[in-house]
């Protein structure tokens, strides 16, 4: 009934007629967009002109212009029905501290952000994952609550039916030991199961008894109470190590083939207190060829090797785990970083990408990806992409079956460290990659509040030939850090190069705040 | 969640009523229950919504809750959009005249500072919360047993590794004063996460010399069963704390947080 209530007293426009216009703009300038590159200039209203066919903004809405907090570790999901309906998560708190967490949304394509407060479990979540349904306004969560009774993390599973309501999310489950909820949806697009909504929500489920990297699936997520099916993932021993990582990461292809990857811990050296972890892991991926509507889920890839389910992609990787960021690391925390994404088109479910993160000597850190085009069976041989000090990874692949990845990198030495976000796009299969500087910012400012300092993830989803990306970063308003332009909603002056409050009368500290962006082909 | 009331809303503001039925941000089409109302003065805010004195804002109405225009009025509210304006929910109105008791007390206590008043609420709800509110003084900090390597080595090396660890310590309170609940010594434990993660950054940091007010609940969190070092000299017996509201602790320094919270304790201990 109160539902029912919220959802008629507040509804969020849908901007269709806005939308059809942009495209037409989109579709008339995309192929002048490289070489109409228009000097970075200020506009009224915290904008900085980039080139066509690239939006960039920051999703802090001006009423919230006072704020300082650190909005790390985001998250975004597309509604592919109509892509006019965003929404972003990050570690945002509600400002007026209701009891309940905010998530952002867009309704005009992520030109404007609102912040809607109906995730149970707290002010704040500890982790937040979304993704919409497939085809209409219902949304889904996997988060991490603040109101855990003990100190085991607390997982919920959430859904609304209608993500711009400002109504409190219903939970499907909730309990305790799991971490890092990675929340992904499809619908059933033909066949008898047509229309049903999949939900499958990748954790590390220290339950698993050490066997802990596990895939949550519901094969009716639409139901009015989903039965969710828990599948432990990982086949191997985790030897010394005990667990697995903290990173378990889907991609759906509309023909029922599932990928899930990550990382099989083995052993552990070093003291995790001490901040001097280090873990020797393989990168593992697993497959399911029918949703996941089988008896035994995610057993379709075996490992030629060994004969067990799951096909290691990389074998005796060492990462660090870090308790707390480091200055020389530009304050973020090590811990690996995984992203995994098939090739939507038909009939093209064979052909799937892999990023993951390892230390590597000289450089510190680094992302390798590695394409197979036969299901996850063989990779290819040698990285078709390596990012030296490279993290966060988020690989997407669009409808032409372009592959991009979006990462932050950490550059220079010393007080010279700036973090770099990049977008790299291949549009032959990762043979040639173009390189777009999204930001780029000092390392060491603002200081961080806590960890992790810009996220233990960023995202990237492709819907049609577009790709939809968030990241955090710092907010100082210098047109120097956003190199193809960006747009400010809360009060900024880029002269000045300083953030004021919503009187617009007296300046605010810079923090770390969430960026949408979405390119065109 | 515990209900939001007048006494706890987090926005407390006075205002008039400018237009009735309508609203000012995009996101609310329906405007049945709304209006829109000018902030003329802030009595009670958090810092990141302090600065709308001069605004517009969008009210909407609690059940009930009847306003007219050029109403002026206090309102208590709690947050509803967020957007290009700010909109709110409201749980109730004062007139003017039937609050200036309740501003004035509030302004006085907070030196007219609304997010001092804000934290002044935060401050009483906690010590309304908690079964033992105390005053004292940090005298010793150290890791929890459960961090100790020579206690519990194998426990730490096969323990799990989360981001989310805490990493517990312990904080010996030296106990000057009780408002409320029992304790039954002079000295107490305080265990508290040493982990800067975002799940726990907002807990209190405990250092030796810290004093003020401590908002203390029984330990049902830690995993620690066996005093540190730092209590070593306490009884294994003691009753250990926890204190993980930013909240909880009230430093000496700030007297009308530590004032509101030895009030709500007093007024809510049991005799």
Not at chain 1, 356 to 383: C, L, M, Q
Not at chain 2, 17 to 37: C, E, H, P, Q, S
Not at chain 2, 190 to 207: A, C, I
Not at chain 2, 208 to 216: D, I, M, P
Request: charged share 20%.
């Amino acid at each position: 009934m109160r539902r029912a209530k919220r959802a008629k007293a507040v509804k969020a426009t849908r901007g269709k007629k806005v939308t059809r216009k942009a495209k037409k703009v989109t579709r008339k300038t995309k192929k002048a967009a490289v070489v109409r590159k228009k000097p970075a200039s200020r506009r009224a209203g915290g904008a900085v002109a980039g080139p066509a066919g690239i939006l960039l903004v920051n999703i802090i809405p001006k009423s919230l212009s006072s704020e300082t907090n650190q909005d790390s570790e985001p998250m975004i999901a597309v509604n592919p029905a109509n892509t006019d309906q965003i929404v972003a998560t990050a570690f945002t708190p509600d400002p007026l501290e209701s009891g309940s967490a905010p998530y952002f949304f867009s309704s005009d394509g992520g030109k404007t952000w609102t912040l809607n407060t109906v995730v149970p479990g707290g002010d704040m979540t500890g982790d937040i994952t979304v993704a919409f349904s497939g085809t209409g306004p219902a949304l889904y969560a996997g988060i991490l609550r603040q109101d855990s009774p003990g100190q085991s993390t607390r997982m919920a599973i959430l859904r609304t039916a209608d993500f711009s309501v400002p109504a409190p999310m219903d939970v499907l489950d909730d309990r305790l030991e799991p971490d890092q909820p990675f929340a992904q949806a499809a619908t059933v697009t033909n066949g008898s199961a047509a229309g049903t909504q999949r939900l499958y929500v990748g954790s590390n489920d220290f339950a698993g008894n050490g066997s802990t990297a596990t895939v949550d699936l519901a094969l009716d997520a639409a139901a009015p109470a989903p039965v969710f099916k828990k599948v432990r993932l990982e086949r191997r021993s985790t030897g010394t190590a005990g667990q697995d990582g903290p990173q378990v990461r889907t991609s759906i292809h509309s023909d029922g083939t599932v990928y899930a990857t990550f990382y099989g811990w083995r052993s552990q050296s070093g003291n995790f207190g001490a901040n001097t972890l280090k873990v020797k892991t393989d990168v593992v991926v697993v497959r399911d060829d029918k949703w996941g509507d089988n008896p035994k889920p995610f057993e379709s890839l075996r490992d030629a090797a060994d004969n067990v389910v799951g096909q290691r992609v990389a074998k005796g990787v060492t990462i660090s785990f870090n308790r707390n960021g480091l200055s020389a690391n530009g304050q973020q925390r090590m811990g690996g970083t995984l992203s995994i994404a098939v090739d939507p088109r038909s009939n093209k479910s064979g052909t799937v990408y892999l990023a993951w993160g390892s230390d590597e000597p000289g450089t510190g850190f680094s992302i390798h990806v590695k394409k197979s085009t036969n299901r996850g069976v063989t990779w290819s041989a040698n990285d078709i992409l390596t990012v030296q000090r490279g993290t966060n990874a988020a690989l997407a692949v669009n409808a032409d079956g372009a592959v991009g990845l979006l990462y932050q990198q950490l550059t220079g030495t010393g007080p010279a460290l700036r973090w770099e976000t990049h977008l790299r796009r291949s549009s032959n299969g990762g043979n040639s990659w173009s390189d777009l500087t999204l930001a780029t910012a000092p390392a060491s400012t603002p200081v961080k509040t806590f960890d992790p300092y810009l996220g233990d993830y960023d995202h990237m989803v492709a819907v049609g030939r577009d790709f939809y990306g968030i990241f955090s970063a710092s907010n100082v308003p210098d047109k120097a850090h956003f190199p193809n332009g960006v747009t400010y909603q809360r009060n900024a002056d880029f002269n000045t190069r300083v953030l004021r409050d919503v009187s617009n009368l007296h300046s605010v500290v810079p923090s770390i705040d969430p960026f949408f962006f979405k390119i065109g082909a | 969640m515990a209900s939001i009331t007048k006494e706890s809303a987090a926005f407390v503001f006075r205002g008039t009523v400018k237009r009735k039925g309508a609203a000012n941000l995009k996101a609310i089409t329906d405007t049945g229950r709304t209006a829109v109302v000018t902030v003329e003065e802030i009595v009670r805010s958090p810092p990141a919504i302090a600065g709308f004195v001069g605004q517009d804002v969008t009210v909407r109405l609690a059940d009930q809750e009847q306003v007219a225009s050029g109403e002026k009025a206090v309102f208590y509210v709690t947050g509803f959009v967020f957007g290009e304006r700010l909109a709110v929910q409201s749980v109730g109105h004062d007139s003017v005249t039937g609050a200036r008791p309740m501003v004035a007390a509030s302004t006085q206590a907070a030196g007219g500072d609304p997010t001092r008043a804000f934290r002044q609420t935060k401050a009483r709800e906690r010590a309304q919360a908690a079964p033992v509110v105390v005053t004292g003084k940090v005298v010793a900090v150290g890791l929890a047993d459960s961090e100790t390597t020579g206690a519990t080595s194998a426990a730490i090396t096969s323990r799990r590794v989360s981001e989310h660890e805490p990493f517990w310590r312990e904080a010996v309170v030296e106990v000057e004063a009780v408002h409320k609940g029992t304790m039954p010594s002079q000295q107490c434990v305080l265990r508290f996460p040493g982990s800067s993660d975002v799940r726990w950054h907002r807990s209190p940091k405990f250092q030796a010399g810290q004093e003020g007010v401590f908002s203390l609940h029984p330990d049902r969190v830690t995993s620690s069963t066996r005093l540190g070092p730092a209590a070593h000299s306490l009884a294994a017996s003691a009753t250990t704390y926890t204190a993980l509201s930013s909240a909880d602790f009230q430093p000496a320094d700030h007297p009308a947080e530590v004032a509101a919270a030895v009030s709500a304790a007093q007024s809510t201990a049991t005799t």
